[in-house]
C-alpha cells in the first residue's frame, strides 16, 4: 500500500493560483497518478492524469489551466492550476493506482486539500 498526504490547497480569488502538491509514503514509479476533485453535491471527477510514463489527460474545463507533473525522486506528484474560477472549488484528492498480479486496479487515495475560489 502506499499513503498519500495532499497540501497546497486554500482560498485563492478568481484569476489566482495554487499548486498542489501529493507526498507519498513509498516510490510511485509503478502507479499512474491522478488528481480527482468533488465540489458539493456533485459526483467525485477526474481533473488530471499522469501515467508512470509521464503521459498526461485533462478533463475539458481545465484544459490550458492546470498542469499535472511527477517527480519520482521525491514520490510527489504537483498539480499546478493557474486562471482559477469559481467552478474549480472542491475538495480535491490525489490518486494513485495500478494493477496487481490478478489485473486487479487498486486505487489509493489521500484524505484531500480544499481549495475555494471566491473574491
Known amino acids: 500500500q502506499v499513503q498519500l498526504v495532499e497540501s497546497g490547497g486554500g482560498l485563492v480569488q478568481p484569476g489566482g493560483s495554487l499548486r498542489l502538491s501529493c507526498a507519498a509514503s513509498?516510490?510511485?514509479?509503478?502507479?499512474?497518478m491522478g488528481w480527482h476533485r468533488q465540489a458539493p453535491g456533485k459526483q467525485r471527477e477526474l481533473v488530471a492524469g499522469?501515467?508512470?510514463?509521464?503521459?498526461?489527460n485533462y478533463e475539458d474545463s481545465v484544459k490550458g489551466r492546470f498542469t499535472i507533473s511527477r517527480d519520482n525522486a521525491k514520490n510527489t506528484v504537483y498539480l499546478q492550476m493557474i486562471n482559477l474560477k469559481p467552478e474549480d472549488t472542491a475538495v480535491y484528492y490525489c490518486n494513485a493506482n495500478r494493477r496487481d498480479v490478478m489485473n486487479i486496479r487498486r486505487d489509493y487515495w489521500g484524505q484531500g486539500t480544499q481549495v475555494t475560489v471566491s473574491s
Open positions: 499522469i501515467t508512470r510514463g509521464g503521459g498526461t
Open positions: 513509498k516510490s510511485i514509479s509503478i502507479y499512474d
